[in-house]
């Protein structure tokens, strides 16, 4: 069984790109971890995600909290005529916990104060988990709105 299950804060904005008609998203989280004598530091994930779930991780940006549901896998390159290996996630899930505020958000942030249910868009507030054909919720906020 290879599973992985991290939550943690995005480093930067993910990359997508397209190659041979395939979508994919890099990014890297961080995971806060303490040692033994208290003293906090971060461990960092290389996180890759393919089609639907790819195309909907371009509304994340740096220091949005995820969670990532996944599988390690050994990756091979060569760099300069020496071979190196290296370990990443291949996400099958992306939750998104806690964004950012973004400027666009502050137009709803303003409508929920006044009592106003907020627009829920299905693209942009929904994680698709890859193959699964299931839809997780991205945030509390939407789950609310969906109530």
């Keep these: 069984m290879n599973t992985w299950i991290g939550r943690g804060n995005l480093g930067a904005q993910p990359t997508i790109k397209t190659s041979n008609g395939t979508t ?3 990014f890297s989280i961080a995971i806060n971890q303490r040692d033994r004598e208290g003293n906090q530091y971060a461990d960092w994930y290389k996180v890759v995600a393919f089609g639907k779930l790819a195309e909907s991780l371009d509304r994340l940006d ?7 549901t996944g599988s390690l896998h050994r990756t091979k390159y060569e760099k300069d005529g020496a071979e190196y ?6 996400a099958r899930a992306v939750e998104f916990l806690r964004l950012k505020q973004r400027p666009q958000d502050a137009e709803t942030s303003t409508s929920e104060a006044a009592g106003e249910a907020p627009e829920v868009s299905h693209a942009a507030d929904l994680a698709l988990g ?16 969906r109530a």
């Design 24 to 26: 994919y998203a890099l």
């Design 62 to 68: 740096s220091g949005d909290e995820v969670l990532v």
């Design 85 to 90: 290996h290296d370990v990443e996630v291949r």
């Design 130 to 145: 890859e193959g699964s054909g299931e839809a997780l919720p991205a945030t509390r906020a939407s789950r609310r709105a």
